[in-house]
């Protein structure tokens, strides 16, 4: 069975500084893992993926996540925190299966 | 281009009484998939539909919980004898064929059961 696991539920930074929302994940085979950012009263929007490939992914807002095969992890990151990024962030795993979702981080900046 | 669109947005309703949801998926999207989202439960999901395959129920929580898909295209998930622990927001998402594929969120119906 896939999981997702996110550590933190709540996650504080600095408007200006890095960035950090923790995600591993437990797959048989090669995981398709995933980040949504959640809004107040929104549904959830897509940030970016690992499929394949490069380690390093990029994604929307300036986002990026780095999967790590042997720590099992694909956190997400920003080099430079903005008061808008305040949200709910979920990691999921899935493919042609339904997504398995985290429990979700909140992440607060603070100005 | 028109994302997922879901409706009502909100909808309140007594216990014991039946709803449906509603789920239009972007044009071209032969998935489609429906997720709840309440408090303490997080994310979970509910019913999948893969073109013209047959769905897959697994995350249904009961019996009262069941969904349709028409012309492969709008979803209706309808809840019999709702209960107070049916209150949560009902997702919709679709996506294109190919599992590496994202999927694209509506915005939700909050369902209030008195």
């Known amino acids: 069975a896939q999981s997702v696991a996110q550590p933190e539920d709540q996650v504080n930074v600095a408007e200006g500084n890095p960035l950090t929302v923790k995600c591993t994940y437990s797959v048989s085979g090669n995981p398709y893992l995933f980040w949504y950012v959640q809004y107040p009263n929104r549904g959830l929007q897509f940030l970016l993926k690992y499929i394949t490939g490069d380690n390093l992914v990029k994604g929307s807002y300036g986002f990026e996540a780095e999967f790590n095969k042997s720590q099992t992890s694909f956190h997400l990151k920003k080099p430079s925190a903005l008061v808008s990024d305040s949200a709910l962030y979920f990691c999921?795993?899935?493919?042609?299966?339904?997504?398995?979702f985290g429990k979700g981080t909140r992440l607060s900046v603070i100005a | 281009g028109a994302g997922v669109s879901q409706s009502p947005s909100n909808k309140v309703t007594e216990k014991g009484k039946d709803v449906e949801l509603r789920c239009d998926p972007i044009?071209?999207?032969?998935?489609l998939y429906w997720y709840r989202q309440s408090l303490g439960q997080g994310l979970e999901f509910l019913i999948y539909?893969?073109?013209?395959?047959?769905?897959?129920k697994s995350g249904l929580p009961s019996d009262r919980f069941s969904a349709e898909r028409t012309g492969g295209s709008v979803s209706t998930l309808t809840i019999q004898r709702t209960q107070q622990e049916d209150s949560a927001v009902y997702l919709c998402?679709?996506?294109?064929?190919?599992?590496?594929?994202?999927?694209?969120f509506g915005p939700g119906t909050r369902l209030t059961v008195l």
């Open positions: 999921a795993v899935g493919g042609n299966t339904p997504l398995v």
């Open positions: 044009s071209g999207h032969t998935a």
């Open positions: 998402a679709s996506r294109v064929a190919g599992g590496n594929n994202e999927q694209f």
């Open positions: 539909f893969q073109g013209n395959s047959a769905p897959d």
